[in-house]
């Protein structure tokens, strides 16, 4: 599997790139999967589901499946912050592509996703694993990039990119 991350701040349209960048890979017939950074309080479940009472009960894994879809809600008993590289090992291994948004520091290739509006710093001066960027105002990037730009609402052309150059994704998780 291949395994790109896109990292910028909060606002750079990171996942708005992803949603567009997702079906540009699978019109290509590439099975596609998506790790996510989120905030400490976020819940996929909501009060009065059942699984959601479960998880109040007190179980420590709820796995909600159907004929369409499964869900796995593990709860943690102290707050413990999971690798990017654990978080890949527990996906389907069966998918050429994984995604990853947010991890903004982790040790993987990643495109930086970078807005001049957001009056945000860039990231790619200070960051070696930053392959390409991604940005609405490659004129106002603060130092020479040396290393691909792409315009923010070209998927397409990110897709190119990640498949001509996919043995550099190649994905190989860190020996422990």
Not at 137 to 145: H, I, R, W
């Amino acid at each position: 599997m291949n395994v790109v991350g896109f990292a910028g701040y909060s606002g750079s349209g990171k996942t708005t790139l992803l949603e567009k960048l997702i079906p540009a890979l699978r019109q290509r017939g590439l099975r596609v999967s998506v790790v996510k950074h989120a905030h400490h309080r976020f819940d996929i479940d909501h009060p009065g589901k059942d699984s959601y009472r479960h998880r109040q009960a007190g179980a420590f894994e709820v796995v909600i499946a159907s004929d369409r879809r499964l869900a796995l809600v593990r709860e943690f008993e102290q707050p413990s912050e999971r690798s990017v590289h654990q978080l890949i090992a527990e996906l389907d291994t069966g998918v050429d592509w994984v995604l990853v948004e947010g991890f903004k520091y982790s040790a993987l290739p990643k495109i930086e996703v970078w807005r001049a509006a957001s009056n945000q710093p860039t990231l790619y001066a200070q960051d070696d694993w930053i392959v390409a960027i991604a940005t609405d105002s490659p004129a106002q990037l603060p130092s020479p990039a040396l290393r691909p730009v792409f315009d923010l609402n070209d998927a397409r052309a990110v897709a190119d990119y990640l498949l001509a150059q996919s043995a550099r994704f190649a994905y190989h998780a860190p020996k422990v």
